[in-house]
């Protein structure tokens, strides 16, 4: 079909042929697949059967070039005084109850030595707020940052009401966070369904979660689609996740990556770029103030 042939078909009815104008008539595009237009419901009920199996077909391959996109970084982002990407380590930055910002290890490191050096009382990095004096004064900060729906501190809730086994607090929580856009928490999510806990198990609801933490950068929820693909005999799928994540910098992934280059399952151009990407966000995660925080007493 010619590129004139798909403008006239889109500027046309795809169920009673009407165009694009004729009686200020305006169409619709379908919202799954994007590939016709309609008048009106009626006409778009009227044409499902006929649309159905395209449709479908056209909206799978619409979502998989969103899934399969290389996120530009990880969900975890950068440290917001430094500006470097954090590590996917999540022991290698700091939550901050006042303000619930992450703060990579190396400027938490560096504002502690300041502090004693000059004598001042700790205040956080990023908003110079005193540091709580016990875990409830930590605890109340986190809260006011919930009644702000700030995404994180509701992240940060979840986890603690997980820890303690409250698994309709931690949903509850999760579910408003990832709401409001927070990657981790829908990853969280995604492992309550898959578990059982709190909720029923549910596939679906699994792989849906899943797939918009790794959208969003998330490496452990895209490995763990590797792995539903894989089971599933899905290959070419799996190895198509565990190259995205191994260029997130995350280290399982590389290795199945090579792996499958080993076993003549992935292309020696796409595993030398794998590498070589994986190199690069690792060493981008490193500075002089995060090794000396490594090798500091305070961590």
């Known amino acids: 079909m010619s590129g004139v042939e798909e403008s006239d078909d889109m500027m046309r009815c795809a169920s009673c042929g009407i165009v694009a104008g004729v009686d200020d008539i305006k169409l619709m595009k379908c919202t799954a697949c994007k590939l016709v237009r309609y008048c009106g419901v009626k006409c778009q009920k009227d044409h499902r059967p006929q649309h159905k199996q395209a449709c479908k077909k056209r909206a799978a391959e619409l979502r998989d070039e969103i899934l399969f996109k290389q996120p530009e970084s990880t969900h975890r982002g950068d440290c917001p005084i430094c500006c470097l990407p954090l590590s996917i380590d999540p022991d290698k930055s700091t939550l901050m109850s006042c303000c619930c910002k992450l703060i990579c290890d190396g400027c938490d490191c560096a504002n502690v030595i300041r502090e004693q050096e000059e004598k001042l009382d700790h205040t956080c990095p990023f908003c110079r707020h ?47 966070a990832a709401g409001l856009g927070n990657i981790d928490s829908h990853y969280q999510l995604s492992v309550m369904y898959r578990e059982g806990l709190g909720v029923e198990k549910d596939k679906k609801r699994e792989v849906y979660h899943l797939e918009v933490a790794a959208i969003g950068g998330h490496p452990d929820a895209r490995n763990n689609l590797a792995c539903f693909e894989w089971e599933n005999s899905r290959h070419d799928r799996a190895l198509q996740h565990w190259i995205v994540a191994a260029k997130l910098g995350d280290d399982v992934s590389m290795k199945m990556v090579k792996e499958g280059f080993q076993e003549g399952l992935v292309s020696k151009e796409d595993f030398a770029a794998a590498l070589r990407a994986h190199h690069a966000v690792v060493d981008a995660t490193k500075s002089p103030q995060r090794v000396a925080a490594e090798k500091s007493k305070f961590y």
């Open 130 to 176: 005193p540091t709580p004096k016990s875990e409830e004064e930590g605890n109340r900060n986190v809260m006011t940052r919930i009644e702000a729906n700030d995404p994180y501190a509701l992240r940060h809730m979840g986890r603690e009401r997980w820890g303690e086994g409250d698994y309709d607090g931690a949903f509850e929580y999760w579910t408003k």
